[in-house]
């Protein structure tokens, strides 16, 4: 189901957020919102240097790499209670057609499909644990419509949406086993263009609907 209903900030008080590979103006976007509705902000990145903008803006920061299951693996023992996690790893390679679509090119975009998986798997369990989990990965409207000069790209998106999806089941499944309801959501965003002012302001208010509402819930952005 793609929803385009607006939502309001909340009060996110008492919530930690992991954004794994924050390194982007959406990364800086997000963590100011966040903050701003009171929410506590982790973010990761793979330089010091790179994550300063993050820590002016309030973030605790991590050298981190979220394309590494080890290193996302040992951020989750350290970090442990947490509420939402959004891998920001992305980027852009395309053009020439479908003989343009280059190993090098789909090479480039695999990072952002790796910090899908990996940061999925290393959190699940505090995600589950939390009493309001949250998994949120940014896609684009090119699964829908791929084209020839965009096939490395979409083929990318379309298998990351995939695993956020197989996520989704997953948190529904053990909340059934468990006989207990459903708390933890994974939720696709699309986008043609990346407003990064946009997605900050729906991950905020992904507190503002119950899990149930949101698991396996694609979220158009545009």
């Known amino acids: 189901m ?76 350290r970090l442990g209670q947490l509420d939402a996690v959004v891998p920001l790893v992305g980027g852009w390679r395309g053009g020439g057609g479908l003989a343009g679509q280059s190993d090098e090119d789909f090479a480039a975009l695999l990072p952002a499909l790796e910090a899908v998986r990996a940061t999925s798997r290393a959190f699940d369990a505090a995600l589950q644990a939390s009493d309001a989990g949250r998994f949120a990965i940014v896609s684009s409207t090119a699964v829908a419509r791929p084209l020839a000069g965009g096939a490395n790209y ?35 965003f699309r986008a043609k263009t990346l407003a990064p002012e946009t997605l900050a302001t729906r991950i905020v208010a992904l507190w503002d609907a119950d899990a149930t509402d949101l698991n396996d819930r694609l979220i158009d952005l545009d």
């Open 2 to 77: 793609t929803d385009h209903q607006d939502t309001g900030a909340t009060d996110l008080s008492g919530r930690t957020v992991l954004l794994a590979g924050a390194t982007s103006a959406a990364g800086l976007a997000v963590t100011r919102a966040l903050r701003s509705a009171g929410a506590q902000v982790i973010a990761t990145g793979r330089s010091t240097e790179r994550l300063q903008d993050l820590a002016a803006a309030g973030a605790q920061i991590e050298v981190a790499d979220a394309t590494s299951l080890a290193e996302m693996t040992a951020l989750a023992a």
């Open 154 to 188: 979409a083929a990318v998106k379309a298998a990351s949406e995939a695993w956020a999806r197989a996520v989704a089941q997953g948190f529904a499944k053990a909340a059934r086993e468990s006989g207990e309801p459903l708390r933890a959501a994974s939720i696709v």
